[in-house]
């Protein structure tokens, strides 16, 4: 077994540093969370080691400590700065005519889409995610054209709004006319994978960019492969993806990772990479968790319909943000941002000591 195949999970959670002897705690990412033992992950074998003996793993164990306990640096966007210390809301605007959550509601009518994004900002979104092409199993592959003229009037109304806006797509020429018209960071579900000119668009624009992990981001996401280990997989791709995007041009401090949530994913899987969402810390950026409505919520709920995910949603929102997930992209904007302050003011007075 090679240094390499060392995994570090944050734990031993605490509700404040207070009182601790200096090092038997450490905040996360820089955020509101601190823990004080690590969950060491190697091969089959996993034990918990206090964080203040991670020096004794050797030079990975130490890597991965530095990048887990870094603060994220924040986004500046023109006017508008995204920061990490504490979590925010993505929030999802599809303008496609199959999108599996809203079947449409905002297609061909871009002052009604944007006015929708607006309102979801005024509710406390820090983004509005838009995007003209479904990513659902199954769905058809959009012209590029036509995904253009679904988003861009969208983008341009919601940019001279003040709204703040990402374009999720797979596409250069997309990527280019999004951002061309207000968009401020490219949401690629691919890694950059699914394009060949996509690294250089992100590159060049010097903006943003979420890398999601998918089993086969060329083929549409949604691909069954055998995974050793679920977590540790995904893990180690998304670190190499990351490693190349940045040989590629794009700065670290400016890319996002997503775990890529019920793309190419068993139920199992799915739930494994919930419960170890913390490792993805040690990727050394901000944390984005898309799980909003998703199917493996009906699989729990007895197979409850899109529209009636609104609990099992905003259960896994917190989930996220117990493990110091930074970006909750969701589609119920107000429940989700609600339940998120209920949650600071809780986390509030825990540092404090009360």
């Known amino acids: ?3 390499d195949a060392l995994h570090l999970r944050p734990t031993h959670f605490i509700d404040t540093p207070i009182g601790l002897p200096d090092g038997a705690a450490v905040r996360l990412a820089g955020g509101l969370q601190w823990f004080a033992a690590y969950e060491v992950i190697e091969g089959d074998r996993r034990w918990i080691v206090p964080v203040s003996q991670v020096a004794e793993l050797g030079e990975r164990a130490v890597t991965l400590h530095a990048r887990i306990t870094a603060p994220r640096p924040p ?4 006017e508008r700065t995204l920061r990490f210390d504490q979590p925010l809301v993505a ?9 599996f959550s809203d079947g449409g509601a905002h297609r061909d009518d871009p002052a009604a889409a944007a006015s929708a994004g607006v309102a979801m900002a005024a509710a406390g979104a820090a983004l509005v995610d838009i995007g003209g092409e479904s990513t659902r199993p199954g769905a058809a592959t959009v012209w590029e054209g036509d995904e253009i003229a679904r ?3 969208v983008i341009e109304r919601l940019a001279t709004s003040g709204t703040l806006v990402s374009v999720d797509t797979r596409k250069a020429a997309v990527m280019e006319a ?3 018209a207000g968009a401020g960071i490219v949401n690629d579900v691919s890694a950059l994978l699914w394009d060949e000119r996509a690294l250089a668009v992100v590159a060049r624009a010097g903006c943003p960019v979420v890398l999601m992990h998918s089993p086969d981001p060329s083929q549409g996401g949604h691909g069954r492969v055998a995974y050793g280990n679920v977590v540790t997989d995904v893990f180690d791709w998304l670190e190499a993806r990351i490693e190349a995007v940045v040989a590629g041009g794009v700065e670290r401090a400016r890319i996002i990772a997503d775990p890529g ?3 190419g994913k068993s139920l199992a899987d ?3 990479l919930l419960n170890n969402l913390a490792v993805f810390h040690g990727l050394g950026v901000p944390l984005m968790l898309g799980a909003s409505r998703k199917r493996l919520i009906g699989a729990l709920s007895n197979e409850a319909p ?9 259960a896994l929102a917190l989930k996220g943000v117990e493990a110091g997930v930074q970006l909750l992209r969701v589609h119920d904007v107000a429940e989700t941002v609600q339940a998120l302050r209920v949650w600071r003011g809780l986390r509030d007075r825990a540092l404090s000591g009360g």
Do not use: C, H, K, Y
């Open 1 to 3: 077994m090679t240094q």
């Open 75 to 78: 986004l500046v966007l023109g």
């Open 91 to 99: 929030a999802i605007l599809n303008v496609t005519p199959d999108s």
């Open 151 to 153: 988003i861009v009037p």
């Open 178 to 180: 999004a951002l061309a």
């Open 261 to 263: 949530i019920g793309f």
């Open 270 to 272: 799915n739930l494994a």
């Open 306 to 314: 899109v529209g009636e995910r609104l609990g099992g949603s905003v």
